[in-house]
């Protein structure tokens, strides 16, 4: 049997979102990176589509250490409401609206509505659009008119050291040179989150554990952990390492331990990644342990753009 490889991505960058239970009203993000997120983010490198067989991507062991943990960011959004330019869409979602807008503009005169015709607190966020039976215009069936209240969470500033774990140190470096030279956009977790620097750091053998210890963190991860400094040294970060196995307890009780090691607790998440539908993806059950990370004295260093 092959002996275990891991490869290393650094994720960084002024913002983060990995979402687990997020809606459209609300949209979480968890407090270090999902495997779901991270084997979409290697699905994009690689150039798979939607809906397309994710393979060995859904083998891998993964393991994120969290060398900057980052800030919680709320981001508060209102959407609609006020005096807006009338849109080209307006006209297709609302035909009395387009019949009314359109009217006040004589034929030959100026540029037609858009843009100077204004609609007053109105929004138009069309559900159900389809042709009305009388005039054949395209409607909505569910137009809502008042403004929308949203909010978004964030990571701010923060950097992680993530792992995936295989026997496979080919299929690895596949992955890493794809994440160096991506077939699509990447970001973390969402649209808005770009990366910065480097992601892929190298396949190197052992297991997720012994590479976060023998690894040391990251240039651009900062030695403050609360209000005051902290020497590098007595750094021990946070690493969150995915069992091979389902593990004893239930969902909304994750069991503790106080054994040997650093294991302080473990529990299942739901981002397991089955595969990845145009209209949302289709998740299964892991499990996980959290540890303190002791880094080793003679710990590896690193030469990369941050």
Known sequence: MNEPHVLLIRLAGPLQSWGLTGRFARRDTHSRPTKSGVIGLCAAALGLSRGESLGALTEVLFGVRADRPGTPLRDYHTVGGGRFPLRPRDLLTDHQRAAKATAEVPDGEGQGPFGRAELDAWY???????????????????????????????????????????????????????LEHPKRLLWLGRKACPPSGDLALGVVPGSLRDVFEAHALLPDASATYGA??????????????ESPQPLPGVPDQPVRFNADGGVRSVGPLSDQPVRFDADGGVHSLRWETRHRITIAPNARGWDIIP
Request: net charge negative.
């Open 228 to 241: 005051e400094p902290v020497a590098v040294a007595k750094v021990r970060p946070w690493a969150w390492i």
């Open 124 to 178: 138009g966020s069309p559900k159900y659009v389809a042709a009305d039976p009388v005039s054949g215009a395209l409607v909505s069936g569910e137009v809502r008119r008042h403004a929308l209240i949203t909010e978004r969470w964030y990571l701010a500033d923060a950097v992680f050291l993530v792992g995936l774990e295989h026997s496979d140190a080919v299929f690895l470096e596949r992955i890493a040179f794809a």
